[in-house]
């Protein structure tokens, strides 16, 4: 499984950015899809997850309310739609499959990572 993602930038405080996620190589419709993030100095963290359906959506508290996790399958894609930005948004987001969710950063698929940057 390969993981392609886009759609980073700058942005302002209060704006939005929708990244995607191309996946390739097995079915991708069996895959939990999540969204990390990782800051400089800090740890990845969970921003988002959801199953292979799209019927169920999983939310770190820092986000929820602003940001919308959801998937075409397909178009063997998965997107994070982020409204509402924040510097403290500010990080390298990766995107993740497994066949089970969790929100540990123990996936088995990692994408390369897109910068978002939120300037205040």
């Known amino acids: 499984v390969q993981l392609q993602a886009s759609g980073g930038g700058l942005v302002q405080t209060g704006g939005s950015l929708r990244l995607s996620c191309l996946v390739s190589?097995?079915?991708?419709?069996?895959?939990?899809m999540g969204w990390f993030r990782q800051a400089p100095g800090k740890e990845r963290e969970f921003v988002a997850a959801i199953n292979w359906s799209g019927v169920s959506t999983y939310y770190a508290d820092s986000v929820k309310g602003r940001f919308t996790i959801f998937r075409d399958n397909a178009k063997r894609t998965v997107y994070l739609q982020m409204n509402s930005l924040k510097p403290e948004d500010t990080a390298v987001y990766y995107c993740a499959a497994d066949l089970n969710l969790g929100t540990r950063p123990e996936y088995d698929y990692w994408g390369q990572g897109t910068q978002v940057t939120v300037s205040s």
């Open positions: 190589g097995r079915t991708f419709s069996g895959y939990v």
